[in-house]
């Protein structure tokens, strides 16, 4: 079974660029996750989706943040203006039913480690 | 408040050893989730075990288990015969839920996490 995809692996941009993420979960899971990993530092849930809409996006910074999951299936993150405080590694997740069920695991991608200069 | 504490920033472990790393959580629900992932230098989160807050017996997945002691709000991940490959970043997580459109959900908070260095 195919794991969650994402691309690109690699970005570097400098500040005030836009930047667009893309993940395709596992083949099958309802609830998709993006997080925010900053070095040193644990992730950080920045949006959820249960099928295409969106259930948790409390630490989403909106003003420049945004995220879709149109089909319910793959999802693009972007970042319009990008800040320095920006470069980090975006994860994402996927779960099968994403409801309150003890025992829900989420399994990652590889992230997209985006550089901000 | 931390709800998920991880002190150790950095272990170290002779190869075939056992290592235990710590986690200390924080939350008022009564049903929760803790679970441990690996992060390895290529970036990717490795989901390694889970256990449910009602679970009576420790989690066990091969070389690795869970010592949960719920009184004391803490979730240590126990690695037994230690090998070279398991130099990574290990997150402590809790899952407890939220409520949205009427329908209950999980949400993962991650610890700060534990650099583990095998030395052969």
């Known amino acids: 079974e195919a794991g969650v995809a994402q691309s690109p692996r690699y970005k570097i941009i400098e500040k005030r660029q836009s930047v667009a993420f893309w993940c395709n979960p596992i083949s099958g899971h309802a609830t998709l996750y993006w997080y925010q990993q900053i070095l040193g530092q644990g992730p950080k849930l920045l949006i959820q989706?249960?099928?295409?809409?969106?259930?948790?996006d409390s630490q989403l910074p909106k003003d420049r943040f945004s995220a879709e999951r149109l089909k319910g299936v793959d999802s693009t993150l972007k970042i319009q203006p990008a800040k320095l405080e920006d470069s980090a590694v975006y994860l994402c997740?996927?779960?099968?039913?994403?409801?309150?069920?003890?025992?829900?695991?989420?399994?990652f991608g590889p992230g997209t480690r985006l550089l901000v200069l | 408040a931390q709800k998920i504490t991880q002190t150790q920033p950095g272990m170290f472990v002779q190869e075939k050893e056992a290592v235990t790393l710590d986690c200390t959580y924080d939350t008022s629900d009564q049903s929760y989730g803790l679970f441990w992932y690996k992060q390895p230098s290529s970036g990717e989160m490795i989901f390694l075990i889970y256990q449910g807050s009602y679970d009576e017996q420790n989690a066990t997945e091969g070389r690795y288990s869970l010592n949960f002691q719920k009184a004391r709000k803490s979730a240590n991940l126990v690695i037994s015969a230690s090998q070279l490959g398991d130099s990574a970043m290990y997150f402590c997580a809790m899952r407890e839920s939220f409520n949205a459109g009427g329908t209950s959900y999980g949400k993962l908070t991650f610890g700060q996490g534990t650099i583990l260095t095998v030395h052969p």
């Open positions: 997740a996927s779960s099968l039913v994403g409801a309150d069920y003890p025992g829900e695991t989420q399994y």
């Open positions: 989706f249960q099928n295409n809409g969106v259930v948790d």
